[in-house]
T-cell receptor
């Protein structure tokens, strides 16, 4: 079991640059979640996909953030343009849907916007 | 929507003591309650979960209890060890349909040797 795979593990970039975070969910899982974690705000749900379709994106902070899931094995979270306040750890998680199934988290991407 | 409150935010205990973390939820339709442990710099990992048809569940030194009437659930860790030091998150969700868990704000547990 390879688990949820995220890349990159660390990203440091200057404000204004485009940032793309990537996630490969566990094979067979049909739900995918993107979270942002900071000391101030804790673990925030950004967007939830079910069967590759965005179901709830109410947590996406603003239009600078976008997420896609072109197929069952890949998702991206893009920030354009990036700002220093976007600095956080971004987690992707996947799970089965329709029953009491826990989420499996990736190792996260630590993003620093200078 | 669902609201999950978690207390305390920080818990400091001596090695060997017990630790209890409590969560309350607002939506009576919630029926699945997982607990995650996040060590420093690592990802949250499931340590135990409970479903609404069960009142208590144990796994070695950890246990979770659920009171559906009062809408609260708790994590109990006995004989704490330094490696139990981590942030613990509770969550609540309604299974089936749009499964979106609501997380508590987390409890930082510090176990002193």
């Amino acid at each position: 079991d390879a688990g949820v795979i995220q890349s990159p593990r660390h990203e440091v970039t200057e404000m204004g640059q485009e940032v793309t975070l990537r996630c490969k969910p566990i094979s067979g899982h049909n739900s995918l979640f993107w979270y942002r974690q900071t000391m101030m705000r804790g673990l925030e749900l950004l967007i939830y996909f079910n069967n590759n379709v965005p179901i709830d994106d109410s947590g996406m902070p603003e239009d600078r953030f976008s997420a896609k899931m072109p197929n069952a094995s890949f998702s991206t979270l893009k920030i354009q343009p990036s700002e220093p306040r976007d600095s956080a750890v971004y987690f992707c998680a996947s799970s089965l849907t329709g029953s009491s199934q826990p989420q499996h988290f990736g190792d996260g991407t630590r993003l620093s916007i200078l | 929507g669902e609201n999950v409150e978690q207390h305390p935010s920080t818990l400091s205990v001596q090695e060997g003591d017990s630790a209890v973390i409590k969560c309350t939820y607002s939506d009576s339709a919630s029926n699945y309650f997982p607990w995650y442990k996040q060590e420093l710099g690592k990802r949250p990992q499931l340590i135990i979960d409970i479903r609404s048809n069960v009142g208590e569940k144990k796994d070695q030194r950890i246990a979770v209890t659920l009171n559906k009437t009062a809408k609260h659930f708790s994590l109990h860790i006995t004989e704490t060890q330094p490696e139990d030091s981590a942030v613990y998150f509770c969550a609540a969700s309604i299974t089936g349909g749009s499964y979106i868990p609501t997380f508590g704000r987390g409890t930082s547990l510090i176990v002193h040797p």
